[in-house]
């Protein structure tokens, strides 16, 4: 009983790889049109041509270094993480930026005095405030969203 289903799997799967062994035929039509086919033509002459199995991308291609390919995917990787934290960093520093220039808006705007080396409270030159103002708009610009 062993036998029998084993000589049968052995059959069909000898019937299942012929479709896939099957020849490439090539001719020339009435209208003399060139066709390729799988099966030879019914009348006429006609060209067997071999058709050479494709190599893989895989463990069968022997052009395929795995290991450099693992290295080269190693090495993009560090490099996205490393373009990934400087963008981070710059984005960080832009909204350290912006904050600061928005707090030295805000302190040319609202107050009038300051303290000097010397602890002394002094006006504001009306000139220093407007470049303060003038120069923390200008910050403004160019690091806050």
């Known amino acids: 009983m062993k036998t029998n289903s084993a000589l049968t799997g052995l059959l069909i799967s000898c019937l299942l790889s012929l479709p896939a062994m099957a020849g490439t035929y090539k001719w020339i039509d009435a209208d003399g049109n060139v066709v ?3 099966n030879p033509p019914p009348e006429g002459q006609y060209e067997a041509i071999k058709v050479k ?3 893989s991308t895989g463990a069968g291609n022997k052009s395929f270094d795995s290991k450099k390919w693992l290295d080269q995917s190693s090495a993009d990787r560090k490099d996205k993480n490393k ?3 400087a963008v981070e960093k710059s984005k960080k520093l832009r909204k350290e930026n912006c904050d600061k220039a928005n707090k030295q808006l805000q302190y040319y705007t609202l107050y009038r005095r300051e303290k000097n080396e010397k602890g002394e ?4 030159p009306d000139s ?6 003038k120069e923390a708009k200008a ?5 806050c969203d």
Do not use: D, L
């Open 139 to 143: 910050a403004i610009k160019e690091f």
């Open 121 to 124: 409270t002094v006006r504001i």
């Open 53 to 55: 199995p494709t190599r």
């Open 128 to 133: 220093k405030r407007e470049a303060g103002v």
């Open 83 to 85: 373009v990934k934290s």
């Open 36 to 38: 390729y086919s799988q």
